[in-house]
C-alpha cells in the first residue's frame, strides 16, 4: 500500500524539492503551506494552504497521513533572523508545539523534524578555523538568539513525544543550504543565493557588496545532498539529532570568488560591516552522520553553485533585469 506523508513547509525551498523526491518514489504527497511554491507547480497530490500557527489547522493537516516531513518555519537569511527574534520565536514555537501534539492525535507512525545549526553555542563559533561542531556540542547551550533557541526547544519537544508517547521523530540539524528553487532577493534570500544575484547583475569590473568583512566561515550543502540526507534521516532507525552539511570549511570571500570565476566577472569587493554577519565561524562535524548512514553529501560547491547561478541567471534574464546573451554581444 502506498505510503501516505505529509510535507509542512511544502511552498518553500527544501521542502518544493522534498516533495518533487518523494513523489517520485511513489509516496502519497500531501503538501501544506501558507503559500504555494514560488518558481513552479507543487507536484504533490493535494496541496493546502494553511497556517500551522493554529491547532485547527495542524489536525487538518495531518488527517490520514502516516508520517510528517516536518520543515515548516518563519525564518531567512541572517538579516532576516537577526531582525525579528520574538516573532521568529513564537511563530515557530506555535507550529512545533501544534505539529507535534496533531501528530500524535492523528497518529503519526514517524515525524522528521527539521532543526538548525543555529542551535549551537556561540561561544565554539568565535573564529573563522572553527572546530567542526559535534552533535553533543549543543549543550551547555548558548544557541542563535531567537530561532536558535526555538530549535533547540523544539529538539526537546520532540525527545520527549518520542518518550513519552512513542512517537518516532529524528531531527536533522540543516547546516547552509542553497540551490535552485529558493528565494534570492527580499530579505530571506541566504548568502550564496544573494552574492549569486549580485554578480549577476554585476558588470565587469563593478562594486558588488559583502556583508561583514569576508573572513567568517562556513560549510554549505547543495539541495540535493540535503534531500537525500532528509529522507536517510527518516528512515533510519537514530532518533538523535544529526548533522546535514557538508564539512568543506569557506570563507564569504572564497564563495563570492568562486561564484564571480562561474560567472566570468571580476568584481571589486566592498565590506559593510554595519550588516548582520553571524557567528564567526561555522563548520558540520559529519563523524556520526557517516556512522549512522554510512553516507555524506558529497557534491562539490563549484558545481552546486554553477547549478544555482545558472538558474539565479535565468530567473533574472527572463525579468529582463539582465540582458539576454545574444542582445549583450550586439
Given amino acids: ?27 502519497w504527497v500531501r503538501g501544506v503551506d501558507t503559500k504555494p511554491p514560488e518558481f513552479e507547480p507543487s507536484p504533490a497530490h493535494q496541496f493546502e494552504l494553511l497556517d500551522l500557527r493554529r491547532w485547527d489547522n495542524c489536525l487538518i ?8 516531513y516536518h520543515l515548516a518555519a518563519d525564518m531567512g537569511g541572517i538579516g532576516y533572523i537577526t531582525a525579528y527574534h520574538a516573532e521568529v520565536a513564537r511563530n515557530n514555537t506555535l507550529i512545533n508545539t501544534h505539529m507535534l501534539e ?12 527539521s532543526s538548525s545549526a543555529c542551535v549551537y553555542p556561540q561561544y565554539l563559533q568565535k573564529s573563522p578555523d572553527v572546530t567542526p561542531l559535534k552533535e553533543e556540542d549543543a549543550y551547555p547551550a548558548d544557541a542563535e538568539e531567537g530561532y536558535g533557541w526555538e530549535k533547540l526547544f523544539a529538539e526537546k519537544l520532540c525527545q520527549y513525544y518520542r518518550e513519552d508517547f512513542g512517537l518516532q521523530t529524528r531531527i536533522v540539524r540543516f547546516h547552509n543550504v ?19 544575484r549580485k554578480v549577476a547583475l554585476a558588470q565587469e569590473g563593478d562594486e558588488i557588496e559583502v556583508w561583514g568583512d569576508g573572513k567568517q566561515t562556513r560549510s554549505f550543502m547543495y539541495i540535493d545532498d540535503c534531500i537525500e540526507g532528509i529522507y536517510r534521516i527518516m528512515r533510519s532507525d537514530y532518533p538523535h539529532p544529526l548533522n546535514l552539511g557538508t564539512d568543506r570549511l569557506v570563507t564569504i570571500d572564497e564563495l563570492v570568488d568562486i561564484v ?24 558540520s562535524d559529519n563523524t556520526r552522520l557517516r556512522q549512522v548512514l554510512g553516507w555524506e553529501p558529497s557534491i562539490p560547491l563549484e558545481v552546486g553553485l554553477e547549478r544555482t547561478y545558472r538558474w539565479i541567471e535565468e ?16
Fill in 61 to 68: 493537516a495531518t488527517r490520514g497521513i502516516e508520517e510528517v
Fill in 260 to 283: 564571480c570565476a562561474i560567472a566570468g566577472k571580476r568584481l571589486r569587493k566592498r565590506y559593510d560591516l554595519t550588516k548582520p554577519q553571524g557567528v564567526r565561524g561555522r563548520n
Fill in 1 to 27: 500500500m502506498t505510503t501516505r506523508v505529509l510535507v509542512t513547509g511544502a511552498g518553500g525551498f527544501i521542502g518544493h524539492h522534498l516533495v518533487k523526491f518523494l513523489v517520485a518514489r511513489g509516496y
Fill in 102 to 113: 496533531a501528530s500524535r492525535v492523528n497518529g503519526i507512525t514517524r515525524f522528521l523534524f
Fill in 178 to 196: 542553497y540551490g535552485p528553487l529558493g528565494t534570492y532577493e527580499g530579505g530571506r534570500e541566504k548568502a550564496p543565493a544573494a552574492i549569486c
Fill in 315 to 330: 530567473q533574472l534574464r527572463k525579468a529582463w533585469r539582465i540582458p539576454s546573451p545574444l542582445l549583450a554581444q550586439r
